[in-house]
């Protein structure tokens, strides 16, 4: 399985014979955190790179996006294979104009698999919504994703809107997702930045001093 494969078969909506490919490689032993990293992410940002050249369009992202899903509903399993649970509390959400789940859907996968209790409240998440959702769940860390330039800054209001928010003074906030960086994140008075799914596993056991 490669990643030239792979991108020909989520593009064309080949759901079938894009988790075949998977099972298939997953039968031979190949390693799962390559199958994911090297081989279905990569994919994935090269169909983004054909969407900016405007070589496919919107709907080949969306059918790549259904093929995607699929490919790690097989992975799933294997990734969250659980570390001991610390029983910690996560709130996970992408913020509000953002549609994509993909990314904040493997981060929660890993940090369950890393012992975390991890609540995903979805998409599109406004300020209220996750100040509401970190007191009702008594979250020890939030986790914002964005993927759009558009929606980063929106970042900065749901970190003031928690920090203002009875719960402010007991929570971690990490962010993450395509175009944030460590810097972004700092400017933004996050906590944490996490470039990807096991790294974000790293950062909130280090931001709650476990491990
Ligand atoms: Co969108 N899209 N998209 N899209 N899309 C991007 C992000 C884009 C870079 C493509 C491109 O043009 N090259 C571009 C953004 C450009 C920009 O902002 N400058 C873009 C655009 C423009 C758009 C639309 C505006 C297109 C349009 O309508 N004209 C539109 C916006 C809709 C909206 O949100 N309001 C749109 C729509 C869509 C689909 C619905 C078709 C689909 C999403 C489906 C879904 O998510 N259910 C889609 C897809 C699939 C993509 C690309 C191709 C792939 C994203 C993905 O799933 N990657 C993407 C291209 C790219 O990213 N290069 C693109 C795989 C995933 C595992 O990686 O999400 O990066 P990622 O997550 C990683 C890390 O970022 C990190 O860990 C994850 C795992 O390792 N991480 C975190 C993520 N969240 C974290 C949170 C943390 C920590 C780490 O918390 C602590």
């Not at 075949?20 to 199958?35: A, N």
């Not at 900016?52 to 699929?70: D, H, K, N, W, Y």
């Not at 994509?100 to 991890?118: P, Q, S």
């Amino acid at each position: 399985m490669n990643t030239e494969q792979v991108v020909a078969l989520f593009t064309k909506g080949k759901v079938a014979e894009s988790t075949k490919l998977v099972q298939e490689s997953i039968d031979r032993g190949d390693d799962v955190e390559l199958i994911l990293n090297q081989v279905l992410i990569k994919a994935m940002e090269q169909i983004g790179d054909k969407f900016s050249e405007g070589t496919i369009f919107l709907p080949e992202m969306m059918v790549s996006a259904r093929c995607m899903q699929a490919c790690l509903l097989i992975l799933k399993p294997l990734l969250n294979s659980g570390a001991g649970s610390s029983g910690e509390i996560v709130v996970i959400g992408t913020v509000k104009g953002d549609l994509h789940d993909i990314g904040k859907n493997l981060v929660a996968t890993m940090l369950e698999g890393g012992g975390f209790r991890v609540f995903d409240i979805g998409i599109d998440i406004s300020v209220d919504k996750y100040v509401q959702a970190a007191q009702e769940h008594n979250a020890r860390i939030v986790c914002l994703s964005s993927l759009l330039t558009s929606t980063m800054p929106y970042m900065r209001q749901v970190i003031e809107g928690l920090r203002a928010s009875p719960v402010g003074g007991n929570i971690k906030i990490m962010v993450g997702g395509a175009p944030v960086n460590e810097d972004y994140a700092r400017k933004i008075g996050a906590d944490g930045f996490a470039p990807d799914a096991g790294m974000a596993v790293k950062k909130a056991k280090e931001l709650l001093g476990l491990n």
